[in-house]
């Protein structure tokens, strides 16, 4: 089974901090996705990846940054954190060539202060 | 720009009945659409997809229908059960690895 893994399941930080969010998947998988998901919003993406050190911005990037350095880990950077980037996020991983299908993460409920 | 809509926030069906809900789509280049269900405090897991090249997929109790002419894509859940209430998301693609998410639809399934 694909596992993908979110270091916090909940986080609470102070307006102003620095907040890194990391997902990793176990499936060697080519794509990874950073989404935040808000009631009647739904899933919006942040930033994705098709590769190693390879990043695209997504429909919602302002204020944030990405980095993947690894082709299993990608991280999710707040600069400095705000209240509107208060959300759940989601980590997703695809195959790639191989199937669009995106298996998630549990999700980090971050709340900022 | 929602390129993919989901028009009803919430769905209430009785246990055993059937549930429709329902996806509309603008974006013509879509050729592969996807359903995903979310408990709370969960990720969303894949359900059920469709080709375009295809008008219904089947999957146990889980049923896609695809109409292109109209946009518009259904899931249909027979019969439905408790263990079925969750939010339903579809999704559509055109090939880019990206996918493309509706609002969400909350479904409640009562006894």
């Known amino acids: 089974d694909v596992k993908v893994t979110q270091s916090s399941r909940y986080l609470v930080k102070r307006t102003g901090e620095k907040v890194f969010l990391e997902c990793v998947q176990d499936m060697d998988h080519e794509n990874m996705f950073w989404y935040r998901q808000d009631p009647g919003l739904g899933l919006r993406l942040i930033y994705f990846s098709y590769d190693v050190k390879m990043k695209e911005k997504g429909d919602i990037p302002e204020g944030y940054s990405v980095s993947r350095e690894k082709k299993e880990r990608f991280s999710l950077i707040l600069e400095s954190a705000s209240t509107n980037q208060t959300s759940m996020y989601l980590c997703?991983?695809?195959?790639?060539?191989?199937?669009?299908?995106?298996?998630f993460g549990p999700g980090t409920r971050l709340t900022v202060t | 720009d929602q390129q993919v809509k989901q028009n009803s926030p919430s769905l209430s069906v009785q246990e055993g009945r059937i549930s429709i809900l329902n996806c509309d789509y603008t974006?013509?280049?879509?050729?592969?659409f996807l359903w995903y269900k979310k408990y709370p405090a969960e990720g969303p897991t894949f359900l059920i997809s469709i080709s375009s090249i295809k008008d219904k997929n089947e999957d146990g109790r889980f049923t896609v229908f695809l109409n292109k002419s109209a946009k518009h894509l259904s899931l249909h859940i027979v019969p439905s059960q408790p263990g079925d209430s969750a939010v339903y998301f579809c999704?559509?693609?055109?090939?880019?690895?990206?996918?493309?998410f509706g609002q969400g639809t909350r479904l409640t399934i009562n006894p």
């Open positions: 999704a559509a693609t055109s090939g880019a690895q990206k996918l493309v």
């Open positions: 997703a991983s695809s195959p790639g060539a191989l199937g669009v299908e995106q298996y």
């Open positions: 974006n013509s280049m879509f050729d592969y």
